[in-house]
């Protein structure tokens, strides 16, 4: 169907394609030996964004468990955020970024580190309230507090993040 679509100019093919033009330039890539590179290059720029959406995003969420008061600032503007169809945004942020590596990088970024953000820091502010008070009456510190309950309590939810 789509293949008659777009021979019949329904839809265009700039936007589109068409299934034979895709299969034309697979064969071409599998003939030159080009694929294993295209492939590469791709997998790079989705793994570069990835970790650097993961990354960023536990930082912000150590930010909003840290301060109360800005994660009621921030907390609209993410579940906004999350909300938003980040497929979507891809046009704007190619227009923004580049079609280029760059592009791509910062495409992969905005797709994790939204939900990133959201997912740890509900990881982070779901620990037992008990033992965080235990920690207190012995005197922890805020930052004792994130590196020995916070963190180990949730290395296992932060791993799964990036998968």
Same mark, same amino acid.
Request: hydrophobic share 55%; aromatic share 12%; charged share 15%.
């Given at each position: #169907?789509?293949?008659?679509?777009?021979?019949?100019?329904?839809? %265009?093919?700039?936007?589109?394609?068409?299934? $034979? %033009?895709?299969?034309?330039?697979?064969?071409?890539?599998?003939?030159?030996?080009?694929?294993?590179?295209?492939?590469?290059?791709? $997998?790079?720029?989705?793994? +570069?964004?990835? +970790?650097?959406?993961?990354?960023? =995003?536990?930082?912000?969420?150590?930010?909003?468990?840290? $301060?109360?008061? /800005?994660?009621?600032? /921030?907390?609209?503007?993410?579940? +906004?955020?999350?909300?938003?169809?980040?497929?979507?945004?891809?046009?704007?942020?190619?227009?923004?970024?580049?079609?280029? #590596?760059?592009?791509?990088?910062?495409?992969?970024?905005?797709?994790?580190?939204?939900? !990133?953000? /959201?997912?740890?820091? *509900?990881?982070?502010?779901?620990? %037992?309230?008990?033992?965080?008070? #235990?920690?207190?009456?012995? =005197?922890? !510190?805020?930052?004792?507090?994130?590196?020995?309950?916070?963190?180990?309590?949730?290395?296992? *939810?932060?791993? *799964?993040?990036?998968?």
């Amino acid at each position: #169907m789509w293949e008659i679509l777009a021979r019949l100019n329904i839809i %265009d093919v700039f936007l589109f394609s068409k299934p $034979s %033009d895709i299969y034309a330039l697979f064969v071409k890539y599998l003939q030159t030996g080009e694929l294993l590179k295209h492939v590469l290059i791709s $997998s790079y720029e989705t793994v +570069v964004g990835l +970790v650097i959406g993961t990354v960023l =995003g536990i930082l912000i969420a150590i930010f909003l468990w840290w $301060s109360e008061r /800005l994660s009621k600032i /921030l907390d609209p503007f993410l579940v +906004v955020l999350n909300a938003l169809p980040k497929t979507a945004l891809a046009p704007i942020l190619i227009v923004w970024a580049g079609a280029g #590596m760059k592009g791509i990088i910062v495409i992969a970024i905005t797709i994790s580190v939204v939900v !990133t953000i /959201l997912s740890a820091y *509900n990881y982070f502010i779901s620990v %037992d309230e008990e033992k965080i008070k #235990m920690l207190k009456s012995f =005197g922890a !510190t805020k930052f004792q507090i994130l590196t020995k309950l916070i963190f180990p309590s949730n290395i296992g *939810n932060l791993i *799964n993040l990036t998968k």
